[in-house]
């Protein structure tokens, strides 16, 4: 049977998932948690989060799935050891060198990778099943098909995302919000850019072109069913219990065969961006996909305002309105709780579609547009679903056994063959009144607010003992709470001894370039490179072949292919193409995809990680066999520092470019125009488009062949004028990026750090006149990202 997975910030939500029908919730604690704004909880909410959902035979993932720094390590693997111990089922996580040290310190517990793994093509997810994980999450940019290919091709769990709000970007590679604001999505702290509004291309019109509607499978959640996938996860730890029970108990009907006609509507209600997307799963919305006027809740459309006076307003409705609910004039986004209702002047409670009805509204005039942001009939049945007096409860069968010369014993059981026991000193001799069978099923059939109903209790005692009813009380009570005990499933707690080794160098670092451009390749060469990493996201702007590079560029620089952290449909035209590079006498290549990465090491390249492996900790330098791996911009100089120190392996910096903030399957540039689907007549022109923010900042939109837009930020790393402190991280190589520089400009970047680093190494670290000339061409345009402030 398919598994329900949902989602729960808090105890109440969690209640609301259990009680509506999941099957598994995920949830995070107080630490290491990617989403650090939930309510979230602290170890002793986490232990009875187990018992409550093991009680109903739910199982409880628990989310770990930030980046960890070195120094955090050691601590959340004793926080993992303490879940372990407490009967949590699975960790879901995004961090490879966490991964590492978890299967060697704790091989028996359960691993899921996080979508923020960015798992999206076959090889990755294979990959990490190899590395231990028994499930993967894919990345929600797939289609039916590549999904419905990947299941039925691993061993690998499949868990896909079916309901709940989308990232813009493939999740894991999204630098957004860090790099402008110091909250990184890695992190658990995203600010959500891409709610915000932009303009494109300098036009007038500012929307919110970043900003995608949910998710909704529910009309189409067969189909998903039908690929094998092992897990439906809905999305939304920072949603309201409401909001859970609504969606929860909608998708359980739904997968059971007994469809409420109203679900779709309720899940609207619940929560919408105006309306729903279907996202990729069968192909690409569009505009369709997006919430260009408004990125935060719309509710259900509700009717026009048809007069106004005063403070109040007349709507002509177009679904029924209650006291209690929640209403919003959408094109001014002000709102009030509708407090009393008028029709044809009588105060009512509800007023029916199709009436007019008077309600106080400060604001409004004729004309405007009213949303339902809130419908309290709803709201009340939702709480009515884990708050009321009927919640569903879980049936349990006892035995009680009293006899003279005996022990008294309580016995219970669990549908899931669980059981326990309680005991109390044998009965006395009854002197007056015996205990009835009657009033020993009252007393210990009573099971409070516990998860637990008695379907039956067996009784076999004589009739002429007397056992107090405050010791039968006593007797269920521990019974239950033993019961409670046995269903958590606790484990033993394993004490971690952790610890990375120093590994002290002093070494010159060699330039290494990433272009996709030929006449940049050449330039840098020219300019004193020592490697060039050629290829990459197969921009439309980009130029020249790799063996054009190799035969030019080769001769006097080493060259090697560069691919990218995306890899789709292209997969099999890029293998062979790496076939062939490998035939040129090429060993070595620059990859930021997990599953390629396999097939490169497949065909015996040796490979340096780029950017998508999200290496933050020295753990992750030694996750996967490379020859070089790019430390994460996210992290400043003091971590790069302790990174390198505590790793034999070799290692790179980012030190100049504009750093990608996103990769998104949809494209901004053909959706803002009308199109952005399947066959688009090359709106974006295979030039450099720009986002404006608010603030006025331009980010740099690029589209490759395979219209996936990729998103830079406005202002240029670099990290020049500080060559001391990038020389005492003692990388191995600086890593210098180009995307629209001239073939002039990128020969001087290169020129200024080849002098910069020679004199550095000599010990003098003033600026050459090339690193003048460079700092000049740059005023305004420099960001020193995150080398001095790190991220939360």
């Not at 702290?189 to 998710?215: F, G, T, V, W």
Request: charged share 25%; hydrophobic share 35%.
């Amino acid at each position: 049977m398919v598994e329900l997975l949902a989602p729960a910030g808090d105890f109440e939500s969690l209640r609301a998932a259990v009680l509506n029908g999941a099957n598994a919730v995920y949830i995070g604690g107080k630490e290491f948690s990617a989403r650090a704004s939930a309510g979230n909880f602290d170890r002793k909410e986490m232990i009875e989060a187990v018992k409550f959902c093991h009680a109903y035979n739910v199982k409880v993932y628990v989310t770990m799935n930030t980046l960890l720094r070195n120094d955090e390590i050691e601590s959340a693997l004793e926080y993992a050891s303490f879940l372990y111990s407490q009967g949590v089922d699975a960790l879901i996580i995004q961090d490879t060198g966490f991964l590492k040290a978890l299967r060697e310190h704790l091989p028996d517990f359960e691993l899921h990778g996080s979508t923020q793994m960015t798992a999206h093509n076959l090889d990755s997810v294979n990959t990490l099943y190899e590395m231990g994980l028994k499930r993967v999450v894919l990345s929600r940019e797939l289609s039916l098909d590549e999904i419905d290919n990947i299941v039925k091709n691993t061993k690998a769990e499949i868990e896909v995302f079916i309901h709940g709000a989308l990232c813009i970007s493939f999740s894991g590679q999204c630098l957004f919000s860090s790099m402008i604001g110091g909250r990184s999505g890695n992190r658990g702290r995203c600010a959500q850019p891409c709610r915000m509004q932009y303009s494109i291309d300098n036009k007038s019109e500012r929307l919110h072109y970043l900003s995608p509607k949910d998710l909704s499978t529910l009309e189409f959640i067969e189909k998903l069913v039908g690929t094998g996938v092992h897990s439906l996860k809905i999305e939304g730890r920072m949603k309201r219990p409401e909001y859970v029970s609504t969606v929860v108990s909608a998708y359980r009907r739904a997968l059971d065969n007994n469809r409420r006609e109203d679900d779709l509507e309720r899940v609207t209600q619940a929560f919408n961006r105006g309306g729903f997307t279907t996202a990729f799963l069968f192909g690409r919305q569009g505009r369709d996909m997006m919430s260009y006027e408004r990125p935060k809740n719309w509710g259900t459309y509700l009717g026009r305002v048809v007069s106004s006076r005063g403070k109040f307003a007349s709507i002509l409705l177009k679904k029924p309105l209650r006291v209690g609910d929640g209403v919003e004039i959408f094109n001014k986004n002000t709102g009030a709780p509708v407090g009393s209702i008028k029709v044809n002047g009588k105060d009512v409670e509800e007023a029916k579609a199709g009436e007019t009805a008077v309600i106080y509204l400060e604001g409004a005039n004729k004309g405007d547009v009213l949303y339902k942001s809130l419908d309290i009939k709803l709201v009340r049945e939702a709480e009515e679903s884990f708050k009321g007096k009927n919640i569903r409860k879980v049936p349990i069968y006892g035995r009680f056994t009293a006899h003279k010369g005996q022990r008294i014993k309580f016995e219970i059981y669990h549908l899931s063959e669980a059981s326990s026991q309680s005991v109390s000193d044998e009965p006395e001799r009854a002197l007056k009144a015996p205990l009835s069978v009657e009033r020993a099923l009252d007393a210990l059939s009573k099971t409070g607010d516990t998860p637990f109903y008695f379907e039956n209790i067996d009784v076999d005692m004589d009739d002429d003992i007397a056992i107090p009813v405050s010791k039968l009380n006593g007797l269920r009570r521990d019974a239950i709470n033993s019961l409670l005990d046995e269903l958590q499933g606790r484990r033993e707690y394993k004490k971690i001894h952790f610890k990375l080794n120093a590994a002290a160098k002093k070494v010159k670092p060699e330039i290494a370039v990433q272009t996709g451009r030929i006449e940049i390749a050449e330039a840098a060469s020219l300019a004193g490179c020592d490697i060039v990493f050629f290829g990459g996201d197969r921009l439309r702007i980009n130029s020249g072949s790799f063996e054009e590079v190799l035969n030019t560029v080769g001769r006097r620089t080493a060259v090697y292919p560069w691919y990218s952290e995306i890899i789709m449909e292209e997969y099999k035209k890029l293998e062979k193409e790496a076939e062939g590079i490998k035939g040129m006498g090429v060993d070595r290549a620059l990859c930021g995809n997990m599953g390629f990465y396999s097939a490169l090491k497949s065909m015996g390249f040796d490979v340096y990680l780029d950017k998508g492996f999200n290496v933050f900790n020295s753990q992750a330098c030694e996750t996967f066999k490379n020859c070089g791996a790019l430390l994460s911009p996210e992290l400043n100089i003091n971590q790069l520092k302790n990174t390198v120190l505590k790793t034999n392996n070799k290692t790179m910096v980012y030190s100049y470019g504009r750093v990608k903030l996103m990769v998104s399957r949809h494209c901004p540039i053909g959706s803002s125009r009308g199109h952005g689907r399947e066959g688009c007549p090359d709106l974006c022109e295979n030039k450099i488009h720009y986002l404006k923010d608010r603030t006025g900042e331009d980010f740099p939109v690029v589209t490759d062949w395979y219209c996936r837009s990729h998103i830079y930020n406005s202002k240029i790393l670099c990290s020049l004028e500080h060559i001391k402190d990038i020389m005492d991280v003692n990388a191995d190589y600086m890593l210098l990026s180009f995307l629209d520089e001239t073939p002039e400009e990128a020969e001087l970047v290169v020129k200024a750090y080849r002098e910069a680093i020679d004199a550095a190494w000599e010990g003098d670290f003033n600026l050459t006149h090339s690193g003048e000339r460079l700092l000049e061409s740059l005023k305004g345009k420099i960001t020193k990202g995150h080398l001095y402030r790190g991220v939360l």
